[in-house]
């Protein structure tokens, strides 16, 4: 799992207080895996679609996208505008439930689209303690300084 059910996961292993929930969940899959994941999705009836540029599943016919499964190609990069792809599925770890990305490629993740929920997800992990300073050496300079930012000024 990735995105922000992966950040609250992350979170929740420090204070489940502190988890943010969100309406849609991310799976990150190798692109060959896509025909099974249709066919197994759609087995439980949910609906494959495409919708702006990613691919998702739908609860149903009458299923909103905003709150469908959401597919993230693993090793792909997800806009022509990002930096990094996504993690590949090496970089995963055993979370209490299911596997999860592991924290640095989440926060990889999260460094790249750097979108206003992305921030605020980094800012959950610095919050609960998962990141702190010590971690932007692990990025290229530009998600470094990312990170530098949101670390100088956590309220945002």
């Known amino acids: 799992m990735i995105g922000g059910n992966a950040v609250a996961a ?3 292993q420090k204070d489940e207080g502190a988890v943010r ?3 849609d969940v991310d799976i ?3 692109r060959e895996d896509l025909p099974w994941a249709i066919a ?11 919708v702006t540029g990613v691919d998702l599943f739908i609860d149903g016919p009458n299923g909103k996208p905003s709150q469908g499964v959401h597919l993230l ?12 792809p996504t993690p590949t599925l090496d970089e995963v770890t055993a979370g209490p439930r299911f596997r999860l990305v592991s ?11 750097f979108r206003d929920k992305d921030r605020t997800h980094i800012r959950d992990l610095i919050g609960v303690g998962l990141i702190d300073a010590t971690w932007a ?16 000024d956590p309220d945002g």
């Open 40 to 50: 197994a999705m759609e087995a439980v009836g949910f609906v494959h679609a495409h």
């Open 28 to 30: 990150l899959i190798r």
């Open 103 to 113: 924290l640095e490629a989440l926060l990889r993740m999260k460094l790249t689209s």
């Open 10 to 12: 992350w979170v929740a």
């Open 21 to 23: 929930n969100t309406r």
């Open 73 to 84: 190609f693993a090793g792909e990069v997800v806009r022509e505008k990002d930096e990094l």
């Open 137 to 152: 050496e692990r990025f290229p300079p530009v998600l470094a300084d990312r990170l530098r930012e949101i670390l100088a």
